[in-house]
């Protein structure tokens, strides 16, 4: 198959999901269960993207990635500023690598 | 309370385009190592707009996979923003018209973004929003792809953690204010993590698996707040 031919399937197949549960939820007739069980997935879904991918952020670096996160969460605790938050951790991640840490 | 608008949205998406460039300069130049057209490149950023799921599919492209198996791969990998697609259906009463176009921009990050806006927000909030990621997904996916190695290697290295430190900056003040905010998200990081490390089923089983236990988790122990 030609390149242009699956990326045009690959396009297909991530838009269908993105696509149907928005004409699927009648906001008004939703049980209240199913709202309730809805109203948790962001924090589900920003804890399994935080982990364990993070802890991979920095290729073939563990601990600096490590380190660079745990930066993240203490700098996100006092600022709830996001740019802020993804600045500082850049830099202080930047800091980790300069100083020496290999791994 | 006046509702959330384009500006508002343009401006939320400022931190997704700054953590976006700087990955899609990488998808670029890894385009570039691969061989493949600034069209085929574009049109991955264009049509695809999934992070992770374009560097998996290209890589597989690469390896001389079939395009069957590419495309399954691509759809498990995805198929998590279908449960976010369906949560954020919950906040907001989206225009049908425009919806082909809503859904179109939903990632892990707007949606992360939109979730958490706890002011009522208008379709043109969630489209600015969007527009102002996928800009800055297919501007960066550009730049790497025709500036090739601009970014010194320590910093290249250092950004490669944008993206994690802004979902960290949404989740904490959210877990700050709500207990079982954060319990939620524990027990889908942990799961996550224990499913890869386990290497039973695929990283876009592991992460669906993952979001559906914590929300079950959290829908069977906790009641309306």
């Known amino acids: 198959m030609e390149l242009i031919g699956i990326i045009i399937l690959m396009g297909v197949v991530t838009y269908l999901p993105r696509l149907i549960p928005m004409y699927l939820i009648d906001v008004e007739r939703i049980p209240v269960k199913l709202k309730l069980f809805l109203s948790f997935i962001p924090y589900a879904a920003l804890g399994a993207l935080i982990l364990p991918g993070s802890i991979s952020a920095v290729n073939g670096k563990p601990v600096v990635s490590a380190l660079g996160i745990l930066s993240a969460v203490i700098i996100a605790w006092f600022s709830s500023n996001i740019i802020v938050t993804m600045l500082l951790t850049v830099a202080a991640t930047f800091i980790f690598i300069s100083i020496g840490f290999q791994f | ?225």
């Open chain 2, 1 to 225: 309370m006046k509702s959330l608008r384009l500006k508002d949205g343009v401006l939320a998406g400022i931190p997704v385009f700054i953590g976006y460039f700087p990955i899609a300069v990488t998808f670029g130049l890894l385009a570039v190592s691969v061989k493949i057209s600034l069209l085929e490149t574009l049109s991955f950023s264009v049509i695809v707009f999934a992070g992770a799921s374009q560097f998996v599919g290209l890589n597989m492209i690469i390896a001389g996979i079939g395009a069957g198996e590419i495309v399954l791969t691509t759809f498990l990998l995805n198929f998590r923003h279908f449960l976010m697609s369906a949560s954020l259906s919950t906040k907001s009463s989206f225009n049908s018209g425009l919806i082909p176009f809503i859904a179109f921009g939903i990632t892990d990050e707007t949606f992360s973004v939109a979730s958490m806006e706890k002011r009522t927000f208008s379709d043109s909030y969630i489209l600015g929003l969007n527009f102002t990621a996928y800009s800055g997904w297919v501007a960066g996916t550009v730049a790497g792809y025709l500036a090739g190695d601009f970014l010194p290697p320590v910093l290249q290295e250092s950004i490669s953690i944008c993206l994690y430190a802004m979902f960290v900056a949404i989740l904490i003040p959210a877990a700050r204010k709500s207990f079982r905010a954060g319990i939620i998200a524990l027990i889908a990081g942990i799961s996550n993590s224990f499913l890869e490390y386990s290497a039973i089923f695929s990283s876009g089983w592991n992460i669906i698996i993952s979001i559906l236990a914590a929300s079950i988790a959290g829908m069977v122990f906790f009641s309306e707040e």
